[in-house]
C-alpha cells in the first residue's frame, strides 16, 4: 500500500507534504499546522489494520474549518481503494478532551461510512473514571468482516492498558 502526497493533492483543498509512507502535513487557511496519517497497526491484527491519526501538535484552535474534513475525506478515499484494509482510532485523552474528538470523528467517520459503503463501529471504554474512546472502519464487504469484529471487541477490553499513559 503506498499513499502519495502528489495524487492526494489532486483533490485535497488544502496542499499536502509527505512526511513518511502514510503522513502528511498541511496548513489551513486560519495557519493552523496539522499532521495526518496512519501508522500500521501491531497489536490489533497481523496484518491489513491501521491507526488514523490527525495532530495539531501547535495545539491552536480555529474556526470550523470544512475544509479539514474534506483533506481527511480526500485520504480515506485513497486509503480504502487500495486493499482491504482496516482503520482504527483512539481518541487521545491526554489533555482531557477526548469526547469532543470522539464526537468530531465519529461526523466524520460516519458520514464517510455512509456513503462510501463502509461499516463504522465507535465505542468507549472506562477506566479509573476516565472515558477512551475508541473506533474502527472497515469496507462493509471485507472478506474478514466478522473476524475482524470479533478482534475488535476483544481490543477494547485492552484498550486502557495499551493508552494508559503510564505513571512513573
Not at 502519495?4 to 489532486?10: E, G, K, R, V, Y
Not at 490527525?54 to 478515499?77: A, C, M, Q, W
Not at 481518541?91 to 458520514?111: G, I, K, M, N
Request: aromatic content about 16%.
Amino acid at each position: 500500500m503506498t499513499l502519495s502526497a502528489d495524487i492526494l493533492n489532486q483533490r485535497s483543498p488544502y496542499k499536502l507534504s509527505q512526511l513518511g509512507e502514510f503522513t502528511f502535513r498541511f496548513v489551513t487557511d486560519q495557519d493552523i499546522h496539522y499532521t495526518v496519517g496512519f501508522y500500521k497497526d501491531t497489536i490489533f491484527m497481523d496484518d491489513g489494520a491501521y491507526h488514523f491519526f490527525i495532530d495539531n501538535s501547535e495545539h491552536e484552535h480555529g474556526s470550523y474549518d470544512p475544509k479539514i474534513l474534506d483533506v481527511v475525506t480526500v485520504i480515506l478515499e485513497e486509503f480504502f481503494s487500495q486493499e482491504p484494509t482496516v482503520m482504527l482510532y483512539i481518541c487521545d485523552s491526554t489533555d482531557h478532551r477526548q469526547a469532543a474528538r470522539d464526537r468530531l470523528y465519529h461526523l466524520w467517520f460516519y458520514e464517510y461510512a455512509r456513503s462510501h459503503e463502509m461499516t463504522l463501529y465507535s465505542d468507549s471504554v472506562t477506566f479509573k473514571q476516565v472515558n477512551y474512546y475508541a473506533g474502527i472502519l472497515m469496507r462493509h464487504d471485507h472478506p474478514l468482516h466478522d473476524m475482524i469484529l470479533s478482534y475488535y471487541q476483544d481490543f477494547l477490553k485492552h484498550v486502557p492498558q495499551l493508552y494508559v499513559p503510564r505513571e512513573k
